[in-house]
């Protein structure tokens, strides 16, 4: 039996204005409620990592929605559904621009995290497997969003609306990106945890 609502849904196609507007009204919405309920020395903190640690979080926030949005574009690309070619087609291409972003401010951080005094030497005298397994697990992890989206959008760029029309375009355009999602969210999350272990700085 077919849902009229679920199959409603399931036609629907996006615009880019609209998913714009959703992710800049999660973020805003998020850094309103940062800036309101906690001092910005507690929010940024007051070392020299601060400032970068706060850029790479917000980054991979951003992130994280844009390509989340794009994963579902990819799926419908993958199915044969996709008509929102364009909205596809940017939103890969800003979501390779967040990973090579993201990943920048991360690599900046990893100067901190090795520092003397720095979280590696916590979790190492505390907890050496939260470091020997998970943080560099993250770490490497994080860096395959790049190849991985990157090959995804220029695949997308590369044939245009004609990949709908070619089963295994679509595919080696599409399970590229929804790796890198996973790739993304496995470090996302990782990374979260690590800093309320211990935060740079």
């Known amino acids: 039996m077919e849902v009229p609502v679920l199959s409603r849904i399931q036609r629907m196609e996006p615009s880019l204005a609209t998913l714009l507007l959703v992710t800049l009204g999660a973020v805003a919405v998020v850094g309103l409620v940062a800036a309101v309920t906690a001092p910005s020395s507690v ?10 640690s706060a850029f790479h979080g917000m980054g991979a926030t951003v992130f994280l929605i844009a390509s989340t949005i794009a994963v579902y574009l990819s799926w419908r690309l993958y199915t044969g559904q996709l008509t929102a070619y364009k909205d596809l087609r940017w939103l890969a291409a800003f979501s390779t621009f967040m990973a090579s972003v993201t990943v920048g401010f991360g690599n900046w951080i990893y100067i901190g995290y090795r520092g003397a005094g720095g979280p590696r030497s916590f979790f190492l005298a505390n907890m050496p497997e939260v470091h020997q397994i998970f943080f560099e697990f993250k770490e ?31 595919a080696a355009a599409s399970i590229p990106f929804f790796l890198g999602w996973v790739f993304l969210l496995l470090a996302y999350i990782l990374g979260a945890a690590i800093t309320k272990l211990r935060a740079v700085g």
Do not use: C, D
């Open 140 to 170: 490497f992890i994080a860096l395959f969003t790049i190849p991985t989206m990157l090959a995804s959008t220029f695949l997308i760029w590369k044939y245009g609306p004609s990949l709908t029309t070619k089963k295994e375009l679509r």
């Open 43 to 52: 929010l940024v903190g007051e070392s020299q990592w601060g400032l970068i």
